[in-house]
């Protein structure tokens, strides 16, 4: 079947200069965004960053102190949020408990100036959609909970709005029916190429649906980009280990010369780009980036080579993940298991070795 009943033209979001306040608290700060027509985006932040704020004000239900949100072209901040063409769809799913599921997915268009036929068309459309339209005369408590989500859904699709907005919406679901849940998403949102915005703290749920995610802290957007660009170039610290396991040495850019060293705290002393400023510091990479070598191993042409010893290792099938102490840190190293190989033992003194284009300085 088609799904021109529930189709429209994707909306373009773009967010500029947005502070919000709760009275002395400054939630967001100065926040700008720019949201692609179709694209689905992700917040993703920890508890209390500002991501249910700044959704919630594209909704309508928060107003900001500065700033503006245009959809589609119209600055939409000053309307109110049943005049925003937004759907939403709540971490509680906010279903009518008395409804059956039909009722549910039709209420909402009852107000609006449809014909009969036309509301019919759109429920039905919107719970074959989510594979629902089979359980249309059942209450939510005879739903699970991946069910009654799906109804949450479908009712806030029906209502065709052009920005789809989805605050945690796999958070209770258990851990199984969640992967199953965000790839539906996914693929209802592909199929009506809805312009999507997607809440969560979880790295892996925001990488796994998500064409681009703004990673936000303290009620600042740190970095906006492809789950692979933040993984692969995180702009600071924050951002670097908020999207997987990072390494970090701690230490100081001096100048030698007009050249520029990093000295770990420990004393090893490795080159450093020329266009840092001397002051402390900290060596980022992550542990695949790195490979271990025999403490007699020569260094293979630029590569930075950190001295260390091994406090432990875990087996995790296709690689071997070793905890090594370099200084006074916790390190990290992936090392794909190969045959039967048996590796480095506890205690033993390695070197790692790290490509400089796979490491970052941070400050
Ligand atoms: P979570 O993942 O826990 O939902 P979040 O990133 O969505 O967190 P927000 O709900 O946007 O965070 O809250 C941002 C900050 O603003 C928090 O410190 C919160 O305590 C504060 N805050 C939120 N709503 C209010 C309010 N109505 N009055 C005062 N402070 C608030």
Redesign the pocket.
Known sequence: SSLDALKREAAEISISNVN?S??A?H??KNVNLEIKPGEFFA?L????????????LIAGF?TAQTGSVVIGGRNVLTLPPWRRDVGMVF?SYALWPHMTVWKNVTFGLEERRLSAQERNQRAEDALKLVGLEKLADRKPSQLSGGQQQRVALARTIAVRPTVLLL??PLSNLDASLRVQVRREILAMQRRLGLTTIF???DQEEANTVCDRIAV?SE?MVQQVGTPMELYDNPANLFVGRFLGTANTVSGEIRANGSERVFQAVGGEVLPAPANEEPGPAKLFFRPQNASLVTKSEVASGSDLRLSARISGREFLGSTIRYALKTGGEDIFIDVPHIGKRNGFSEDDVVGVQISPSDASIFR
């Open positions: 919000v709760y009275g608290y939630a967001l917040f932040g920890p508890s209390g960053c500002g991501k249910t704020t700044l959704l919630r928060n971490q605050d945690e809440v969560t703290h936000m009620g």
